[in-house]
C-alpha cells in the first residue's frame, strides 16, 4: 500500500497514516471489509519502523475505522458516519494551464442531445433516437464467436495483436464484402478501427491542425462536428438538397476557404436520409483532384437501400487515392463491439495505420477475432437483407403515420434506405421547445440544432429514427408526436 | 451491389458490368461461390435494362468466371488464372496533398521494434521482449464473465454504452483498487479509456499542439515516444539514474523550453526499471505547480513491486489536479482487452472524456462489463500477490543468468519490481548489431534504440523482459546471449 509519508513533516509518521486511511476509509474510498496489509507488511513497504504502523491501527481501531481478527487480518469497517462529501471543487483554484484549455468543450456540448429530466414523466417512451434495432443484433451467434475463438485460439485471443492494420482475416472479410458491395478494397489497404468515429478523427489528425477548414454537409452527423469542433477546426457547410451535398456550390468554397478535407456522408445522410446523385458523386471527384483535396466517404449505411437506384462508392470512382472510405458494423450487427474500418490507396495508408498505433495501439484483438468469426459474406448478405426487409416495412409505417398524423404543414421526403427521417416542423415551431413537450407526450426524437454548427438553424428540424421501433410502436409514437406538435401550436 | 456505371461514356454499359465484375472476380475481391445478384436485382438497383445485365453476365459465363444454377442463381467461379496483381504503386502518381503528409512516418518507425526476418533462423527462439506472460493470463474466469454478462445483460451488453465516462461500476471497482493501492480516487474522476496509450493520446490532444513540448525521461516508453513524434511534439529528455529521472535538471529545463507537459513513469521506468525517489517526486510536484505545468504519471505497473520501500503515487501528492494519472490491466491481466483508465481533477477531467468521446465514441461496453464482472478488488489482490510472486522468481533468475553468463563489463542495475532490466553493453557493442546475431543463437530483446528520440544513443543497451519465460528459460535465453555477445566481440 502506497501511503503518502512526509519525512520532513513535523506530524508524526504514525498520525499521517492514520489520517490517510481516515481520510479513505472515510470517503468510501477504502471499501468496508477490505484487508488491510499487516503491520509487518505496511512497515516493510514504507520502510518505517513497525511500531509506527501499530500505533497508527491502534488508533483507528479505537475510533472504530477498522477491526482486526485473530489470525485472519485486519480490516475495515462499515463507516458508521455518512462517507465524506467530496471537496467542493469552488473551493479548489486549479493551476493556470486548466483554465486555458476550458473553451472547446462549452463548444462541442452544443452537439449533444439534450437530457431530458421529463423522460422519467412518461411510463413508456417510445424512441426514435439511437442506431439499430438491438433486438436484430445476432447476440447468441456472436457469443457463440466469442466462445469459438477462445477455444481456438487460446490466451493469444487476449493478448496483444501485431500493432499492424488489425486481424488479417477480418481485413479479408472485410474486403469481400465490401467487394460483394461492389466497393474495390483488399486487406492491405484496409485498417480495422474503434469503430467509424476512430476512422474520422485518425483522418482528421493527421490531416488537419487547429484553424485549418473542412468542408461539410449541412446539416451532418453530430458526432463528426463535435469532433471536428473539439479539433479547433473552420467548419464550411454545404446546404444539402433532395439529391444530397448541392456540389454546384463546393467549388467556390473550394477557393474561398481551401479547405483541407471534405467530409460527407453520401447514402442516406444522416440526419437528412438524402442520397448524392450519381453525377454529384463524379463531380466531387473531380473537383478534390482538380483542387488537390481529400475526401473523407463516410459510408455508415449505405447498404440498407430499400429501394431506388444504388449509386456506386465514391471511392469506387477514384482513381488515385483521393477518396478515404469509412465503413462500420455498428448499424448492422453490434453497435457495442466499436469496431470500423477505412479504406485508403496510397502513402496515407501507412500514416493512418501509424496514427492508430499511438492512438490506441491495437483494437480489441478478442473482439475483432469474434467478429471475423462470426461474419461470413454470406451471412453479412443474409442479415443485410433481413435488416432490409424489416427496416423497409418501418420506414413505410413511419412515412404513413407521419401523413395521417402529423399537420399537413410538416414537411418530409421519404429515404430510399438508411435509418432516417427528417422532419421539417411547421412555421414558429421549435425542436428544442417541442422536445419536452413530445416527452411528456411519450415520444423522443434528436433535435435538429444538434447537426447544424450553428444551433438556431436547426431549430426547425427533427430527425426521426424509424429502424428501431415496431411499426406499431412507430404509429404510436407519431400519434403522440403529434399531440406534442398541436399541444404547442395552441399554446399562446 | 453498387457498381460505378457511366452513362457518358462510349463503352456500352454490359460492358463495364462486365469489366468491373471481371476485375473483382480475378482480383479475387469477389470470392469463389459468393452469390452475385440475380439479373432482375441488379438491373433494378442499377436502373438500367435487364437485358444489360443478361448480356454482362453471358459474356462472364462464357469467359468461365461464373456460372448459374438453375432455380438457385448466378455464382463466382474460382478463378483458374492465378489472380490479378495489385497494380504497382510506383506507377500511379498519388495527389498532390498525400506527398506533403508523407514525413512523420520516418520519423517514429525508429521508435519501433526491429522485425528480424533472421528470427526464423532458430527452432525455438526465446524473448525477452513483449508484456507480462500470457500464461498468467485468467482466460477461463474472464470468458466466464463474458458469460455471466451476456446472460444477464443481453443485448444492452452489446449496445452502446452512454456515452461517458465509461461503465460507471468499473469505475467504482477501479477507483476501490486504487484506495487499496493507496491512490484517491473516485468513479467521478475516472474515464475507462482504450488502454493506457490511448489515455496518453487523448492528454497529448488535449493540452498540446504541433511544435509544443514536452518533458519526458532519456529513455522513455517507446510507443509514448511514438506519439509525440506523430504529434510533431518538441520531446526534451531528462536523464535517468538509479533514483528515477533527475529531478534537480528540470528546473533549467522549465525555464529554457517552457514545456506544456511533464510525462514521467515513476515506477520501474520503462526501459530503465529505475524507480523515481520520494524526494524527487515530492519535488516535481511543486516544480509542476511553480511553473504551471501538468504532469502525466503513468503508472503501468507501480503495484508490481517484489521488494524495496513503496513510494507514493505522484497523483497522491497532488493537491489541486496538477496530476493526470494514467493505469493499464494489460500488464496484470490481459493485454488484448485494451483497458486502461486516467485520473485528473479539476475542469480538465470534462475535457478529456468529452476528447474521448470524439475520438471512439466509447470503449467495447462487452468487454467494459466483462472486465467488472471479472475484477474485484480482493480477485485483484490475490492476482498481484501471485504476479508478484512469479515474477520476482524470475526477476531473480534473470540477474543471476546475467552475472553468471555475460561479460562482466555488461552493467546491470536490478530492479525492485516491474517486467524489465535495463543492459549496458560492453564498450563497442552496439546492441543493433547484437540483435541479429542474438536472434540466430535464439534470444531475442528489445534494442536500446527504440527508447530514446535519437536512436544512436540507446546502441549502448538492451531492454530485456523477465516477466514473459520461466527460469529456466531465462537462464537459458541469457546463456545465448552470452554466446552472441562474445561472438560479436570477437568479431573484427
Known sequence: MRIPLDLQSAVPLYRQIECYLRQNILSGDLLPETRLPSTRQLAESLGISRI???????????????????????????????SLPLEDEADISWPL????????????????????SQRASHPDPISFTGVGD???????????????????????????????????????TISHILASQGIRAN?????????????????????????????VEKPSYNFALALFKALNLKIIGVPVDAWGMQVEHVETLLQQHHPKLLYTIPNFQNPTGMCLSGARRRELVVLANRYNVPILEDDFAGDL??????????KALD?????????????MLMPGLRVGFLVADGPIFGQLVDYKRVNDLTTSTLIQRGLDEYVTVGRYQAHLRRSCRIYRKRRDAMILAINRYLPPDVQVNPPQGGLFVWLRLPENISSLKLLPVAAEQGVEFAQGGIFFLNCSEGEAYARLNFATQTPEDIEQGIQRLGRALRRLMMAP
Chains 1, 2 share one sequence.
Open 52 to 82: 509506527t504502523v501499530t500505533n497508527a491501527y491502534a488508533e483507528l481501531e479505537s475510533n472504530g475505522l477498522i477491526y482486526s481478527q485473530e489470525g485472519s487480518g485486519t480490516y475495515v469497517m462499515a463507516p458508521v458516519s455518512p
Open 97 to 116: 494551464w486548466q483554465q486555458d484549455v476550458h473553451v472547446s468543450e462549452k463548444l462541442s456540448q452544443s452537439v449533444y442531445p439534450v437530457q431530458l
Open 187 to 215: 486487406p492491405d489497404n484496409t485498417l480495422i478501427t474503434s469503430g467509424s468515429q476512430q476512422a474520422l478523427a485518425l483522418v482528421c489528425q493527421l490531416l488537419l491542425k487547429p484553424g485549418d477548414a473542412i468542408l
Open 319 to 331: 482513381l488515385n487515392g483521393s477518396v478515404i472510405y469509412v465503413g462500420t458494423f455498428s448499424k
Open 134 to 172: 438491438p433486438r436484430q443484433f445476432p447476440l447468441k451467434d456472436f457469443y457463440k464467436a466469442i466462445q469459438t475463438v477462445i477455444q481456438r485460439d487460446g490466451i493469444t485471443a487476449l493478448d496483444y495483436g501485431p500493432f499492424d492494420e488489425g486481424y488479417r482475416p477480418l481485413r479479408e
Open 305 to 314: 437501400r430499400y429501394e431506388g437506384r444504388a449509386q456506386p462508392a465514391i
